[in-house]
């Protein structure tokens, strides 16, 4: 079993920054692609930046230049630097990451539980 743990969320003025991690625990192999996605009330959730195994990131057009995923494989962490946050950014964010398990060395998708994000004006 594979335990996620986000933290980092919070209030923050527009203009403001923030950290969000997500900490990965359990019988765990290894951390593929490593991945942060929100959502607003009303909207569907969204991919905000993904970051690959390797170290490819992909961003939203949104975000782009403002935040920064990155991660720990010592520490199967994943983290998103945001700066420059603005109102739209309020929302859920979430975590998501492929894990190879030890028992069967199979991957699966897990994802944190959300952390609230809320951008003021």
């Known amino acids: 079993q594979v335990q996620l743990v986000e933290s980092g969320g919070g209030l923050v003025q527009a203009g403001g920054s923030l950290r969000l991690s997500c900490a990965a625990s359990?019988?765990?192999?290894?951390?593929?692609?490593m991945g942060w996605y929100r959502q607003a009330p009303g909207k569907q959730r969204e991919l905000v930046a993904r970051?690959?195994?390797?170290?490819?990131?992909n961003y939203a057009d949104s975000v782009k230049g403002r935040f920064t995923i990155s991660r720990d494989n010592a520490k199967d962490t994943v983290y998103l630097q945001m700066n420059s946050l603005k109102p739209e950014d309020t929302a859920v964010y979430y975590c998501?990451?492929?894990?190879?398990?030890?028992?069967?060395?199979?991957?699966?998708?897990?994802w944190g539980q959300g952390t609230q994000v809320t951008v003021s004006s």
């Open positions: 998501a990451l492929t894990v190879t398990v030890l028992v069967g060395r199979v991957s699966h998708d897990y």
């Open positions: 359990g019988s765990i192999l290894s951390t593929n692609t």
């Open positions: 970051i690959t195994s390797g170290g490819s990131t």
